[in-house]
């Protein structure tokens, strides 16, 4: 049995410019056949053009359904036999393909001691004065506002 596999690709929406076509439909007509001519270098075979619903989001929390223009193509699978390969002889280390396993480097020298901790830090942590300090003329910041 034959299968195949298909592509679904959008149709186009506007015409391209070419050199004599001077109608919207002609530039349309245009588009077209240059999408077909390029999916059928590539094997595929067109089968149909449809008109499906799209159902996407508009705004927060709405939907809406949109239609949209498809062009479906097809083509035929190659199915690969299942031919049983004949055994080959082992292969040779110089035939080998395969990378081999190797160990991870490691530190060049073990450590015997553990390292120092590091140096302490010499100035002393000076944290902001939990308390507004006296003014020059020796009233307090809040006492003098009323």
Do not use: C, H
Not at 90 to 104: K, L, Q, S
């Amino acid at each position: 049995m034959q299968r195949y596999e298909y592509k679904v690709v959008p149709a186009p929406q506007k015409g391209t410019k070419a050199k004599g076509v001077k109608t919207p439909e002609g530039r349309f007509a245009i588009s077209v056949e240059q999408l077909l001519n390029q999916m059928g270098q590539e094997g595929w075979e067109y089968q149909r053009a449809e008109l499906l619903p799209s159902e996407e989001r508009s705004g927060l929390t709405g939907s809406t359904t949109n239609w949209r223009n498809v062009l479906i193509f097809r083509r035929a699978v190659v199915e690969e036999t299942a031919e049983v390969a004949p055994p080959q002889a082992e292969a040779t280390p110089e035939e080998d393909i395969a990378p081999t396993p190797r160990p991870v480097p490691g530190p060049d020298t073990v450590l015997t001691t553990p390292p120092a901790a590091p140096a302490p830090i010499s100035e002393p942590r000076q944290d902001p004065p939990l308390t507004l300090k006296a003014s020059e003329d020796g009233v307090d910041a809040d006492e003098g506002k009323t």
